[in-house]
């Protein structure tokens, strides 16, 4: 049976829809169709019920995706095992396909791959740019090995999440803008930062959420105006163009603080975040996830 077949099956099962399960697996949506419609045959099982709201699991697929997630384990396992027996020896090799927002992606990543390629060259490192809920589908799908999570609670059905590190945070707008020239005076309290305007990242993203929550608290009556991107590149601009106030991962800012681009609100504080490292728990660790597991709490802050 060819196990490409599974695969697109678990993850058409997983998010319940044929055209998010084509895009997490880079192929067209006619494609993903016909690999289901083979994979029914070759079983002689209706797999899925097409409902106008999208594909579901039926008893007979809830059965086989238990049993797909077992045969896909152990393809992986099998992978690994084969490349030591290839001449890599005490080396590690394989690939690790891994994820994490955008916040961590931008600041914290790249100097996590670039020290694993010194460490251990035979790793190869596929990272995708995912929030916590498709984080978390993709994992119980079998589509990652490991998952970087910016929350604070993180309670998941079949996902270990394991607290690795704090990302401080700080609100900041452009030094130009009048709470930052009000600094003299006294701090912002609540009250008037609910009558700014906002440029945050997405919604999912659990530190925006959690700000928007308290400023909506404060408003009494005003309804903060807020703008939400999905890039974090464009909350940061919008900000040190005098636009309105951000609140950011210090690491996204650093470099814009440093350089006097950005300025921190006099204000109030707020507690870090948390960053969680999520894998499922009954999926194995292979050599090189572990590595990368190991390189990880080295890049961020202590």
């Not at 390629?117 to 490991?146: C, F, K, N, Y």
């Not at 704090?166 to 008037?192: I, Y």
């Not at 975040?273 to 292979?286: D, E, F, G, I, K």
Request: with cysteine.
């Amino acid at each position: 049976m060819d196990t490409r077949l599974l695969r697109t099956f678990a993850t058409v099962a997983r998010t319940g829809n044929l055209t998010a399960a084509a895009e997490r697996l880079h192929l067209v949506q006619s494609t993903v169709t016909a690999q289901v419609k083979a994979l029914e045959k070759d079983l002689d099982l209706r797999l899925f019920d097409r409902l106008p709201r999208g594909v579901v699991l039926t008893g007979a697929g809830r059965e086989v995706l238990a049993q797909a997630e077992a045969v896909l384990e152990a393809e992986s396992r099998l992978r690994t095992v084969a490349a030591s027996a290839g001449g890599a020896g005490d080396r590690v090799t394989g690939r690790v396909v891994r994820s994490a927002g955008e916040t961590l992606v931008s600041a914290r990543l790249p100097g996590v791959i670039t020290a694993l390629r010194r460490s251990h060259p035979g790793i190869e490192v596929d990272l995708h740019t995912m929030g916590t809920a498709t984080a978390v589908a993709a994992l119980r799908a079998g589509e990652l090995d490991l998952a970087l999570l910016l929350e604070d609670e993180a309670d998941f059905r079949d996902i270990e999440c394991t607290p690795l590190a704090h990302e401080p945070l700080v609100l900041v707008c452009s030094p130009e803008h009048p709470v930052a020239r009000g600094a003299t005076d006294s701090p912002a309290r609540w009250a008037e930062l609910a009558r700014q305007d906002y440029f945050l990242y997405e919604q999912g993203c659990s530190y925006s959420d959690h700000f928007i929550g308290r400023l909506l608290t404060a408003a009494e009556g005003t309804q903060p105006r807020i703008t939400r991107f999905g890039s974090l590149e464009a909350a940061r601009s919008c900000v040190a163009a005098g636009l309105g106030l951000s609140l950011l991962a210090r690491a996204n800012v650093a470099d814009a603080l440093e350089t006097g681009r950005l300025t921190q609100v006099p204000g109030p504080r707020f507690p870090d975040v948390t960053v969680q490292l999520a894998r499922h728990q009954r999926r194995w660790l292979s050599p090189a996830a572990a590595a990368l597991t190991r390189e990880l709490p080295h890049h961020f802050p202590r």
